[in-house]
């Protein structure tokens, strides 16, 4: 095979999963500035309603252990063109009701299909791409799902939530089309590989790496997921204030995401997680105080950009791994990330509406601490 021909190959799965990461991501930034706004259309508690958060994640992070299994059986292809029929599926059926039960239930099929993306993602870049742009290739899968993010707060501007279900039911059956036509090497079914995750586990540091990654996530979602019901419960800021300060985060994500990518290969992965979660949890501790439009922004973007580097950081390190257990991994990966993220949504939601200022004062110094874990954890590992 010709390199410009195999390059073509490879630059076109990026693309397609680029275009996933956007699908999935469209609307969960989106409805955490607004739900505010549907509380109050469908005249609910905001806390009764933040719980399309969790009904998303949690399902999300069970279910993306499943996909490894069936990459082994199915076509990459195949399960991607299905899950995005059915997140599509999904979004449809929040989009029809305003009954909050059977929004929670499109939420929960939506998670379950969403979470096939970030497994089938790194696993098949992580094979389609030379290690030694892995940082950059996942910087820039990342990278899209918060462009994603970007595009769905910019339509709560202007148009009311239904929206952000109309969208990805629209996109998630394009989506599909486009991995239907789209290119079948590189996106095989990983045959003879196979998933065992209790042996995965006993790989000499994965333990470590995973218990950063649920607590980085953990206590990071703990904070974000409430940003829409922080900034009006305390900041009083209308819906247009709310969803532009929360398109500055994602656009912020975005770029910390791309320099996390650099910094990953350039400087090393630990550096990454150093560096990243270093500004995040100070920056969560600084929203203990209260600030003009301005300041509060700024401390906002600044921990979407120490998240997003972080998080680089640790993702590449799985991707370094063996590629004999580059299913487990990817799947692990994204199933601690979700499943924990959830958690520290539904944890912290006990105390939040409390005390928002303590509450994330509490959350950055515990966040601060797993500075003293990244030590631990393995970089770089040889062929197991």
Known sequence: MKSGSKNSYRRHILLL????????????????????????????????????????????????????HLATKYSVRWIMILSSVLFAVGSGICLLSDNM???????????????????MALMTLGKVFDKKVHGR???????????????GLILTEFATWHWLFIV?????????????????????????V???????????????????????????HGVCKWYGVFLDHIYGF?????????????IAGSIGQMLGGVITDKIG????????????????????????????ATVLCLISIGWTIAHNGISTILTDFSAGHRAELAALNSAVRFFSGGIGFWISGNFVQKNYGLTFLIIGFLMS???LLVPQISVQRKEI
């Open 17 to 68: 999963f680029c275009l996933s990461g956007i699908l999935v991501a469209f609307n969960i930034s989106a409805l955490i500035a607004t739900i505010p706004s549907i509380a109050r259309s469908l005249n609910q508690p905001a806390g009764d309603v933040a719980g399309i958060v969790a009904y998303y994640m949690i399902p999300y992070g069970l279910c993306a252990l499943i996909y490894a």
């Open 101 to 119: 039960t059977i929004i929670l239930t499109g939420r929960v099929i939506a998670g379950i299909a969403a979470a096939s993306v970030t497994p």
């Open 137 to 151: 290739v996942i910087g820039l899968f990342f990278g899209a799902s918060f462009f994603g993010s970007t595009l």
């Open 168 to 192: 990805p039911t629209v996109l998630g059956v394009f989506v599909a089309i486009a991995f239907a036509i789209g290119p079948r090497q590189g996106m095989e079914a990983n045959l003879g």
């Open 194 to 220: 196979k998933v065992n995750y209790l042996h995965a586990l006993q790989i000499k540091g994965l333990r470590r790496i995973l218990i950063l990654i649920f607590l980085m996530s953990m206590f990071f």
């Open 238 to 250: 209308n819906q247009q204030t709310i969803s532009f300060i929360i398109i500055l985060t994602a």
């Open 269 to 296: 992965r630990k550096n990454a997680c150093y560096i990243g979660i270093a500004m995040v949890s100070v920056m969560i501790m600084a929203l203990y105080g209260h600030y003009n439009i301005v300041l509060l």
């Open 369 to 371: 601490l797993l500075i």
